[in-house]
């Protein structure tokens, strides 16, 4: 599983690559919303909501931080020129929200694994 992503920042904004293969096994596909952008089967999710609902997802499932790579842009990011994210989400920001917070409820949970199983091998 690939875990290492390219975070493109411009003066505005900034986008997460990712796949969008990797969006569909997360079962995340269907919230991001229309202010991330597609092309070629890549996605570029917007800071704000879709990134982070991404990267609490992606912790909770594979139980591993993503790591991301810094990209820093003069000017505006070339990815906002790729067509918007074709969302079929119906979601208020509340409800993405409290998506974003199941999934880092879900990672605490298995941090708190972890911790409990490295203090009983000790």
Known sequence: MVNTFT???DGGHGYLEVSYDLLK???IDQHVS????L???RVYLEEDMDASLFIYA???IEKQKPHLIN?????LAPCR???????TSTESFSETMQLINHYKALCKR??????EKARATN
């Open 7 to 9: 975070f493109h920042h």
């Open 25 to 27: 096994y997360l079962g």
């Open 34 to 37: 229309g202010y991330s952008y």
């Open 39 to 41: 092309r070629d089967k």
């Open 58 to 60: 992606y912790e909770a």
């Open 71 to 75: 990209k820093y842009w003069d000017g």
């Open 81 to 87: 020129n790729f067509d918007r994210y074709p969302s």
């Open 110 to 115: 298995n941090r708190a694994d972890v911790n």
